[in-house]
């Protein structure tokens, strides 16, 4: 049994939002009555450029001659006011072509298990992850590529990316390639490739559950490559809620989801042959526009990094033309020729 229960690893993930350090731990462990003491626990944390935020706990206790060596990962998720984070997840998450954040962890995670046996047997040692949306979709990354955590839990994270897997993972992408002859996945029926990612990180999954509440908006199931690696998924919340609500459907969720059922009860048929079109027609154009500005950062990805996509967008707010001259010139004509200048300005 791990020194950190459920509650107290939630907890943390939580803190990891702000400045986790030993003080926060302590104080933590002291509100549930566990006691471990600062001598028995280092905290390691990294904030990257990549806009990727980690910390690790490692605990290490000798008592009646039983050893205690653990180390927690704690990976923060999308922060709400920085568009750095958002355009990752479109570009990374969405369509697998970045992969700094992931990198980022990556690292970070072999930093910690360098320093760890520096000082102590890792033989001996048990790694934990948590992560809350992109921090789990990261924390389960690693997971899957390190391939030696005892229990990894995401919480409404993110799926993972197997355009990403395929290029981090060598073996995986040679595992695809003597199945289907394509090293291109993108050229691998969906359904083939999540029964090949399920069947090599088969032994991984076991040891990585999700815990989703129901009805908050986060990511497709639509999202080309993509799909939840894992042996369980727990569910929180009323259970006529949907799944995994599509955000490319915007009369499934939030606001526009309340507006359709408050007219549906009182006008019954005559909501579904009048104001039903009307919001159907919207729906369509919301979800139309949504999709073609996904795709268009997506593609913006594949030359460009995540900063320079922030820089540009943060300059279309004001003025689009200006944000047109950020864009490099050979990555400017590829996009005009695949989208069109009209969705360039339009996006």
Do not use: C, W
């Amino acid at each position: 049994m791990s020194v950190f229960p459920i509650n107290i690893r939630n907890e943390l993930t939580k803190i990891q939002y702000g400045d986790l350090d030993e003080n926060l731990v302590i104080e933590t462990l002291e509100q549930n009555n566990i006691s471990v003491g600062k001598e028995d626990l280092t905290v390691h944390k990294v904030s990257n450029d990549s806009g990727f935020d980690g910390a690790a706990v490692h605990v290490k206790i000798e008592k009646n001659n039983k050893e205690i060596n653990e180390v927690y990962y704690f990976f923060r998720g999308t922060e709400d006011d920085t568009l750095h984070d958002a355009v990752y997840d479109i570009t990374g998450i969405g369509a697998g072509v970045t992969l700094d954040q992931i990198r980022d962890a990556q690292a970070f995670y072999r930093d910690v298990e360098t320093n760890i046996a520096e000082d102590h047997n890792v033989d001996s040692l048990t790694r934990y992850g948590d992560g809350h949306s992109l921090g789990g979709h990261l924390v389960i990354n690693v997971a899957l590529l390190e391939k030696d955590f005892t229990d990894v839990r995401g919480s409404n994270d993110a799926p993972v990316n197997l355009k990403q897997l395929a290029t981090l993972d060598v073996n995986f992408r040679h595992y695809l390639y003597s199945y289907t002859g394509e090293f291109d996945i993108t050229n691998i029926p969906p359904e083939k490739l999540q029964l090949l990612a399920r069947d090599f990180y088969a032994d991984e999954a076991k040891n990585i559950s999700h815990t989703r509440v129901r009805g908050e908006p986060l990511y497709p199931q639509t999202i080309p490559n993509t799909m939840y690696i894992g042996n369980d998924i727990y569910y929180i919340g009323d259970p006529n809620t949907p799944e995994f609500p599509n955000v490319f459907d915007s009369s499934n969720t939030g606001s526009g989801s309340r507006f359709v059922n408050l007219l549906r009860r009182p006008f019954g048929t005559f909501y579904d042959l009048g104001f039903g079109i009307k919001v159907k027609a919207d729906t369509y154009l919301y979800d139309f526009h949504i999709g073609r500005l996904m795709g268009l950062i997506g593609a913006m990805g594949e030359d460009m990094s995540v900063a320079e996509i922030t820089e540009v967008i943060e300059t279309a707010k004001d003025n689009p033309l200006a944000a047109l001259q950020l864009i490099p010139d050979a990555e400017y004509a590829r996009l005009v020729r695949t989208f069109g200048l009209s969705h360039l300005l339009e996006a």
